[in-house]
């Protein structure tokens, strides 16, 4: 889901122009750090801050100098992580977002930023 994730992104631009499409860094939990969403970040030119599975470590430790060096992770910068996982978190408090009810992706779409902007206005 990854590329698809990323064809979405488009972030405004303070002054004219364009909205970016390629974010700087990508955050992500353990579950996004299969080499190949490591290698479409790399391919794009954008930082990774991903933390390694243990059993994708001991893998790349028990191969030696075969299994290469550890990707690069900077602690300081996952642990911000905690905000989007939050606001995850309390757009799910209304029932319908959390179990995922609605049939069509507009009419979910819809009740998320209807949420949004109740958390916003609150």
């Known amino acids: 889901m990854l590329p698809h994730l990323l064809g979405q992104v488009r972030v405004a631009r ?12 990508v955050l992500g939990d353990k579950a996004y750090s ?6 479409l970040l790399s391919s794009r030119g954008i930082k990774a801050t991903i933390a390694q599975p243990a059993d994708q470590a001991a893998s790349r430790k028990r191969r ?27 757009i799910k408090d ?17 009740g ?3 949420r949004a902007i109740t958390l916003w206005l609150h």
């Open 14 to 25: 303070l002054g004219p122009g364009r909205p970016r499409t390629r974010p700087d860094r």
């Open 94 to 110: 209304w029932r319908g977002l959390a179990t995922r009810y609605d049939k069509l992706a507009i009419t979910y779409r819809g």
């Open 34 to 39: 299969s080499k190949a969403n490591r290698a």
């Open 64 to 90: 030696g100098r075969a299994g290469g060096r550890p990707p690069a992770f900077d602690p300081v910068i996952y642990k911000r992580r905690n905000v989007v996982e939050r606001s995850f978190n309390r």
């Open 112 to 114: 998320v930023v209807l």
